[in-house]
């Protein structure tokens, strides 16, 4: 900074943290608009409609440093971090999990997306008049089982209960208290060309499954949900890697949407190899069957990592070393341009964009 007046001199590069500020400050100016009149099930889809929507909505009128940055979780500058998420999936219960461990998992990763170690979490219900006792105890269950493996507890909570017909069943809503324990901030705009992209392991299975749940698909798949909490995998990651740029977890809107988000907050290109992302057949054969791209189906037990391009190796080591990061793939790389887009090589020799999640193919998968 020039002296006296703090701003940076003319002939000064601007720093790496330099950078990131810029970016997000051009973000923020950035003034969204919701054409819609009325919100619809793509406003919770987690892609473009869901992006304008908190933008243009929330954003506007609780804007703060803290909210501005939008990522999985809040972090203040004492390494607190604090994240909430709602749950309405449909049906409750489906192989591999039900409402339950996806609530406290949900919330356990989006801690650990910003490098946090989970503390605490709080749990609200809304229930459905009717709703069965015994299924209730089912869910709380299976929240408990969770949060153990996890390695937190839910210390307080409250719950409602709606008249008949108002609530499907039963709503949760999670929330998470936690500590960063290592230097350093986790952010999608810290990004740069020559960095390594890298998911957890295979992709689509959640929203696959909860598909295939509700019936009326003639497709038998030996598939379950991969909600699991990804705390192993991030932990080992942060401890084996300083080159860490951001991790996200590809909830709703999948893959493709993350890497979106750190295409356009960072102001770089993200390349992918379509034979690298791990796909198994059983995800595929369904996703081709619904006309879906497995790109942009929920996980909710994968992550998805941008790490410097020279500890790629390292990184991809350590997620294999531990559950959870067995099938962990280098996908693609960070470029320059063209910036704020995510391009697929296809198997076939081509290049596509892969853009934005539009529309709701998939609603009410968590």
């Not at 009128?61 to 709602?86: I, K, Q, S």
């Not at 709703?131 to 409602?160: Q, W």
């Not at 709503?171 to 705009?189: E, F, M, N, Q």
């Amino acid at each position: 900074m020039s002296a006296g007046t703090g701003e940076r001199a003319p002939d000064r590069p601007l720093s790496r943290e330099e950078q990131v500020l810029e970016r997000v400050e051009r973000a923020r100016r950035r003034r969204a608009r919701v054409r819609d009149e009325l919100v619809t099930l793509a406003h919770g889809a987690g892609g473009r409609a869901t992006r304008s929507l908190v933008e243009a909505v929330f954003l506007e009128e609780f804007r703060n440093p803290l909210l501005e940055p939008l990522a999985d979780g809040a972090v203040d500058g004492d390494g607190l971090a604090f994240t909430t998420d709602a749950f309405v999936v449909t049906p409750l219960f489906f192989p591999g999990g039900d409402i339950g461990d996806l609530a406290v998992n949900g919330t356990v990763n989006d801690l650990a997306m910003c490098g946090a170690r989970p503390l605490h979490l709080s749990a609200a219900f809304v229930l459905e008049e009717g709703f069965p006792v015994a299924d209730l105890r089912r869910v709380a269950a299976s929240m408990a089982r969770a949060a153990r493996a996890a390695g937190v507890e839910i210390v307080t909570g409250d719950t409602k209960v709606v008249q008949r017909g108002k609530a499907d069943g039963c709503y949760i809503t999670t929330a998470g208290v936690g500590r960063i324990d290592r230097p350093g901030r986790l952010s999608a705009a810290a990004a740069e060309p020559g960095d390594a992209v890298i998911v957890s392991g295979p992709i689509g299975e959640h929203g696959v499954t909860i598909m295939l749940a509700r019936g009326g698909l003639d497709v038998e798949a030996d598939l379950v949900s991969d909600t699991a909490p990804l705390t192993g995998p991030a932990t080992r990651l942060l401890d084996a890697c300083d080159g860490v740029r951001c991790l996200r977890d590809a909830t709703r809107g999948g893959v493709a949407t993350v890497l979106n988000e750190i295409a356009e907050s960072a102001g770089v290109a993200v390349v992918l190899d379509e034979e690298a992302v791990p796909v198994r057949p059983a995800v595929r054969g369904a996703c081709e069957l619904l006309g879906i791209d497995p790109l942009y189906v929920a996980c909710e037990g994968r992550m998805v990592a941008v790490v410097a391009g020279w500890q790629a190796g390292a990184a991809l080591d350590a997620l294999r070393a531990g559950p959870l990061g067995e099938d962990a793939a280098i996908v693609g790389r960070i470029g320059a341009d063209p910036p704020g887009t995510v391009l697929l090589r296809t198997a076939f020799g081509g290049t596509r964009i892969v853009d934005v999640l539009v529309g709701d193919p998939l609603p009410r998968i968590c």
